[in-house]
């Protein structure tokens, strides 16, 4: 969850901690105008998470984050935990 949206684990693809820099860029001239967007403008790093659902036009969402690694790697632990959908 990030603001009032919500992504259930298994539609999330790759998660990409950004430096300062890459985040300046990724919502600049890098920014894809699909993208869902939940940034507080005085947090300076954040997250893409890339959107692995085919119905979804949002390709990624971009999040600010005071600690954008641990957050990338939280959100990597949970979908490993989570419970295969082809497991009876």
Known sequence: QAGRAQLP?????????LDAVGMRHAHGPGLDARAYLC???????????????PRD???YWLISSRHPTLLAEAIEQARAEQPSATQP
Do not use: H, M, Q, Y
């Open 9 to 17: 684990l298994e539609f999330s693809g790759a998660v990409e901690p």
């Open 57 to 59: 036009p949002t390709p």
């Open 39 to 53: 940034i507080r403008g005085w947090i300076p790093t954040g997250v893409r998470v890339i959107v692995d659902d």
